[in-house]
């Protein structure tokens, strides 16, 4: 979501004093508009407010469609469980029954090899009177050599459980769990994103959705118009610029309720001259230096709309 403001193309006239000693201006009323976007895609399924409704920060305006992302979201999960599964058994090192079963294997290879090693011993004395086949001696050689290497496999297995993992492997696990992990967040956050809610206060003024659409990142959903505070941009020349402080009264007038006045005060002045906008009525005006002040107009009663007209007289 975004703010901006909504301006209509205006004429611009520039401070000068009236009869009263004020300086009169004007300028044409803004609001701030809030634009509402999709951050996901898929289709819409519902839309809760209309355009005209009233919305506060958080209210649901649009539910996009979650069944892909709840399919997905349990993939990844899943992936995650078993990465936090490994990542916690290099952690916590073996059980004491693993250690217990490596050692029984330790002394189980290690009785395999001793008798191993006993027979390849006796075939070699027998080999010397001739009392054994070539065959019988290499197949004892090659049944010592097969428990030796079973003898040091287990051994090393042994060793490795006693150890734990090393800081490489825990920093691997550590990784691989974490990496998963954020693929989960990542997919619940594009969950939260299905319901499109206000971001602020104000009426929604546009509804560019329609139920069953299909969007997709980007896409402007809706727009929200904060009516309760509205903005008028005048500008006012060098010379009266001394006259105008920030928190001064302005008094507002516009063609749509010629009998009524309101009241705005300086909230905004700026501290660098520009020359005046092109817009302004007087060819002669457009090349002088002016310096823009903001208004704000308390609108409690949303009479005022943005786009109206506003003559301002303000200072003195």
């Known amino acids: 979501m975004k703010a901006q403001l909504f301006t209509i193309a205006t004429f611009f006239v520039l401070s000068a004093c009236s009869d009263n000693g004020k300086i009169e201006t004007s300028g044409t009323i803004e609001g701030t508009e809030i634009i509402v976007s999709s951050q996901v895609s ?24 979650t069944a892909d992302y709840f399919i997905q979201l349990r993939q990844v999960q899943a992936v995650a469980n078993q990465a936090k599964a490994q990542y916690d058994l290099a952690l916590k ?23 191993a090693k006993k027979d390849a011993d006796r075939f070699a004395d027998l080999m010397k009177t001739n009392s054994a086949s070539q065959k019988q001696a290499d197949d004892a050689k090659t049944r010592l050599s097969v428990t030796q290497a079973q003898l040091n496999q287990s051994q090393e297995l042994l060793k490795k459980l006693e150890n734990g993992s090393r800081p490489e492997e825990l920093s691997l696990a550590k990784g691989r769990f974490e990496q998963a992990q954020a693929q989960v967040d990542q ?20 509804i560019s959705v329609d139920q069953g659409e299909l969007v ?55 501290p660098v ?44």
């Open 42 to 65: 898929g289709l819409i399924t519902s839309i809760l407010k209309e355009e005209g409704s009233v919305v506060k920060p958080g209210e649901l305006l649009i539910q996009v469609d």
């Open 216 to 270: 997709n990142p980007g896409a402007q959903i809706a727009k929200i118009t904060d009516l309760s505070v509205l903005k008028l941009k005048i500008y006012v020349k060098e010379t009266d610029l001394g006259f105008v402080k920030t928190g001064d009264d302005v008094s507002i007038k516009v063609d749509s309720f010629p009998d009524s006045s309101f009241t705005g005060k300086v909230a905004y002045i700026s």
């Open 187 to 206: 997919i619940q956050k594009k969950i939260r994103d299905c319901s499109i809610r206000a971001a602020g206060t104000g009426t929604v003024t546009t």
């Open 273 to 316: 001259a520009e020359f005046t906008p092109k817009n302004v009525q007087s060819k002669d005006d457009r090349v002088k230096l002016v310096y823009e002040v903001r208004v704000h107009i308390q609108n409690p009663d949303g009479v005022l709309k943005p786009g109206m007209p506003a003559d301002a007289l303000v200072g003195r």
């Open 93 to 115: 090192g073996a059980r004491s029954e693993d250690i217990k079963a490596a050692h029984e294997a330790v002394s189980s290879a290690q009785a395999s090899f001793e008798s």
